[in-house]
């Protein structure tokens, strides 16, 4: 199908386990994103990817790994999960050169509980 | 300060009413403007995108930029309970493909 699709979409850990979350697109677009949602803050972005190889911190980078070894793939590993990583993730892709208007297409999220 | 601010609601409404949804920003080279409708336990989607300043209406929605007042607001017409969602803008530079985003709005309409 289709689409942007992350997993899992329900994750528990244990504090100072290593956990990644997947996020696959089937557009081949250029750009992909790593938000955290949490009540109060909105969406904060963690990491992104321009492209194949090229990643960049944004604004909540602590903690978290990106890697993107292929363009439809943009893997998100929690080194050693903490309670403050509680939180709902969200992956999310674009492409300005073909949709410029068209914005962000975001996955359905992955819920993670860190006990 | 953040650089953009948006009341958390929830904003609840009966069926019918029209919706005046808005975001205040404080980066006076924000252009590119978006909102997101974003379901209970879902991904937000993308609902109005609004280049600089000016109106653009699509079927009961219409996004409002005005930049002198670093304000936008998204009307949604004629709001049914299938309008319950919550509300965010998004907000970018032209040097950036990053987007800021509001912490969202609430919104409930009743039937």
């Known amino acids: 199908d289709a689409g942007i699709t992350q997993s899992p979409r329900y994750k528990i850990t244990e504090t100072g386990r290593q956990v990644t979350l997947m996020c696959h697109q089937t557009w081949s677009h250029s750009y992909m994103f790593w938000y955290r949602q949490d009540l109060g803050h909105g969406l904060r972005l963690i990491y992104y990817?321009?492209?194949?190889?090229?990643?960049d911190k944004g604004e909540v980078p602590d903690g978290y790994v990106v890697s993107r070894s292929k363009t439809e793939n943009f893997p998100l590993t929690l080194e050693s999960a903490t309670r403050s990583q509680t939180s709902v993730y969200f992956c999310?892709?674009?492409?300005?050169?073909?949709?410029?208007?068209?914005?962000?297409?975001f996955g359905s999220g992955t819920r993670l509980t860190v006990v | 300060q953040k650089e953009v601010e948006q009341d958390p609601g929830p904003l609840s409404v009966p069926e019918g009413a029209i919706v005046s949804l808005n975001c205040t920003y404080s980066n006076s080279a924000f252009q590119y403007f978006m909102w997101y409708r974003q379901y209970s336990r879902k991904g937000p989607e993308l609902l109005m995108y609004t280049y600089s300043s000016g109106n653009k209406e699509d079927g009961r929605f219409t996004a409002q930029v005005d930049k002198s007042s670093k304000y936008i607001s998204l009307f949604i017409r004629d709001s049914q309970p299938s309008d319950s969602a919550t509300y965010l803008c998004a907000l970018r530079t032209s040097g950036t493909y990053k987007y800021i985003f509001g912490t969202g709005t609430r919104l409930k309409v009743l039937a």
């Open positions: 999310a892709s674009s492409d300005p050169d073909i949709h410029r208007d068209y914005g962000y297409t």
């Open positions: 990817s321009a492209a194949a190889d090229i990643t």
